[in-house]
Nanobody, 117 residues
Framework: QVQLVESGGGLVQAGGSLRLSCAAS????????MGWYRQAPGKQRELVAA???????NYADSVKGRFTISRDNAKNTVYLQMNSLKPEDTAVYYC???????????WGQGTQVTVSS
């Protein structure tokens, strides 16, 4: 069962933009927040951005002012708008959903974002 389906990854030049989408299955319940993580080769997975059920957002310092997380509750979809991309943004980006009871429990398959210089 695929519960989070990501799209929008790809190759972009530095300074460019990319928009990631993550569609959540309606079978996912009790979601407290949605977020985007990323993992570059040889590095730990890090939280990039998150949005709570109440609509509040938070971002990693490295992406503040450049990335925007948003959601469409009607479509059960969360987005990550990435602007002014830098080579250091290159990573596999994972959509995740946080259960109030289980924490970050649901994960997408990951989508590759590559930023060339």
């Amino acid at each position: 069962q695929v519960q989070l389906v990501e799209s929008g990854g790809g190759l972009v030049q530095a300074g460019g933009s990319l928009r990631l989408s993550c569609a959540a299955s309606r079978s996912i319940f009790s979601i407290n927040a949605m977020g985007w993580y990323r993992q570059a080769p040889g590095k730990q997975r890090e939280l990039v951005a998150a949005i709570t059920s109440g609509g509040s957002t938070n971002y990693a310092d490295s992406v503040k002012g450049r990335f925007t997380i948003s959601r469409d509750n009607a479509k059960n979809t969360v987005y990550l708008q990435m602007n002014s991309l830098k080579p250091e943004d290159t990573a596999v980006y994972y959509c995740a959903a946080k259960s109030s009871a289980l924490g970050w429990y649901y994960w997408g398959q990951g989508t590759q974002v590559t930023v060339s210089s």
